[in-house]
């Protein structure tokens, strides 16, 4: 008994590796010992060796057994150390799983997807960004990047957790920031300082620019005064974090109903939403796409940022332009799979 828990621990120290070669030969060595031993029992080695499994599985369907006093011997020897050598790698597997959900949790696994969305700096912004994505029927993949050592929102599969400083270029690599589609950092709420949080997402927003500067960033900025500064190192977009509450608030009281409208806009959860459509070789003007897309339930509203196109629609359409409609899901699908 002393030997059988020696050997056993000593067996659970080798690699997984190693463990997995010792398998697969003792189960070849047993299966040609078996069929060496009783021929006319199994008759082909491949039955030697699916009563090796079986046995080992402690399944034992009973289509074949041994009869001889070798093949008996044979048989305890597996009974002793073939069903513990499995039990051993069915360990091993369950092992290996746990380990990777506890590494996954305290986000050190790399992420290997593509065309993702990285959030960084975790807050109950990022949570409603979060639902906002997976909002979408073909939700891109989401990794979260954030000094904390767990996983904010374990419970959801799609989320991806990279633990680490979100300026580093090894945490975002980690994050497969090449091959992401697009990076939203978000103010830093546990800093006291307004200056020293954005100074700390200007430098997120460098790194990212200079590692992969065909991602699309969005940077939440505190204070107005440092726009320019992220201007500087070519962030697509910003958003002034106070500046938009404070508006949206102020249409609110003075414009009954005006923010409902808005709240339509920013959020796919219900109403209308904003969308950008190919342009059609068929439309000349603005005016043209205007009317076509009128009678097919959208409403033209800008051709990039400029709002003012229906003031425009005698204006032959730029070839560089990109054009947004409002209209629900069903609409804007049937408008861009007839383009």
Not at 79 to 103: D, N, T
Not at 239 to 260: F, K, M, T
Not at 274 to 293: C, H, M, N, R
């Amino acid at each position: 008994m002393h030997f059988i828990l020696k050997w056993s621990l000593k067996m659970m120290r080798l690699r997984k590796t190693t463990i997995t070669c010792i398998v697969v030969l003792f189960v070849a060595l047993s299966a040609t010992a078996a069929y060496l031993l009783e021929p006319d029992t199994y008759k082909t080695w491949f039955n030697a060796l699916y009563w090796v499994l079986t046995t080992m599985a402690t399944v034992g369907y009973g289509d074949y057994y041994a009869v001889t006093v070798p093949g008996k011997v044979l048989t305890i020897f597996l009974y002793i150390f073939g069903i513990g050598l499995l039990s051993l790698v069915i360990g091993k597997i369950v092992e290996a799983f746990g380990s990777m959900q506890r590494q996954r949790g305290a986000g050190r696994l790399n992420y290997r997807g593509k065309d993702h969305v990285i959030i960084i700096n975790w807050s109950k912004k990022a949570q409603s960004a979060i639902d906002e994505i997976l909002s979408y029927d073909s939700a891109p993949g989401i990794v979260v990047i954030d000094e904390s050592g767990r996983h904010p929102v374990e419970h959801l599969e799609q989320v991806h957790f990279v633990s680490g400083d979100p300026a580093a270029d090894d945490t975002l690599s980690r994050a497969n920031i090449h091959e992401a589609k697009a990076a939203i950092i978000f103010a830093d709420s546990r800093i006291d300082e307004a200056s020293l949080i954005d100074g700390k997402s200007l430098l997120i927003a460098s790194s990212i620019e200079r590692l992969a500067p065909k991602v699309h960033t969005t940077v939440e900025i505190v204070q107005e005064q440092n726009v320019q500064n992220f201007r500087h190192i070519d962030v697509n977009e910003f958003v002034l974090s106070h500046d938009a509450v404070s508006r949206l608030a102020v249409r609110a009281a003075l414009q009954e109903g005006n923010s409902d409208v808005l709240m339509q806009l920013l959020s796919r959860s219900f109403g209308d939403d904003i969308y950008e459509i190919p342009v059609s070789s068929v439309w000349k003007t603005y005016g043209d796409a205007f009317q076509d897309l009128l009678r097919q339930g959208a409403t033209l509203i800008a051709d990039r940022s400029d709002l003012g196109i229906n003031r425009k629609l005698g204006q032959p359409i730029p070839g560089d332009a990109r054009l947004y409609i409002v209209s629900d899901e069903a609409t804007y699908r049937r408008i861009a799979d007839k383009e």
